[in-house]
């Protein structure tokens, strides 16, 4: 039997000796009262773009789904597996939340198998093919594009699929209902690596801005 990774078991010293141990109080409360995010987050796998780090959130602060490329699937209750689909309705419906937030980022690796589906990781594959299938028309539109730069291909369709997942976002009657009554909100960001810059998503024009820092 292969051992644990040894740089895990130094982390979680770290985590011993420093957040834990300055918020053990905190995790108490939250052991005991259980957690009661406001906000959501759908965001990418990718180990480099983890929001919990970017926000600057706390233990309890966030409720966090990742998955490849960020993708929200459209509302689909037909028996079969839905990770992305039952974490969006235990956060509306149990946790109550008040925000949904559909974080991309550049370079995502998901994002570019989509724009070339011959090369890895979509082929071969079980799974990774099919689920990037759902941003398919976009990925197609945007890679016909001979105007465009491979990095501006990419970064288009990285910030179309926000916008797709939102409109799927809204397929789900349990969100798009409390949506109409004022009681969720859905927003998009797309988070540059490189740079650490933080793009929001206008609700209305669909436009990315950088927000205000000063």
Known sequence: MSEFPEKLIDGYRAFMSGQFKSQSQRYRELAEAGQKPETLIVACCDSRAAPELIFDAGPGELFVVRNVANLVPPYAPDGEYHSTSAALEFAVQSLKVKNIVVMGHGRCGGIAAAL?????PLSPGDFIGKWMSLISPASEAVGAN?????????TALERISIRFSIQNLRTFPCIRIQEQRGRIALHGAWFDIELGELWIMDG?????RRPSLG
Do not use: H, K
């Open 146 to 154: 001979a105007l465009m730069t491979d990095r501006e291909r990419q």
């Open 204 to 208: 209305q024009s669909g436009d990315f």
């Open 116 to 120: 070339s589906p011959s090369a890895e």
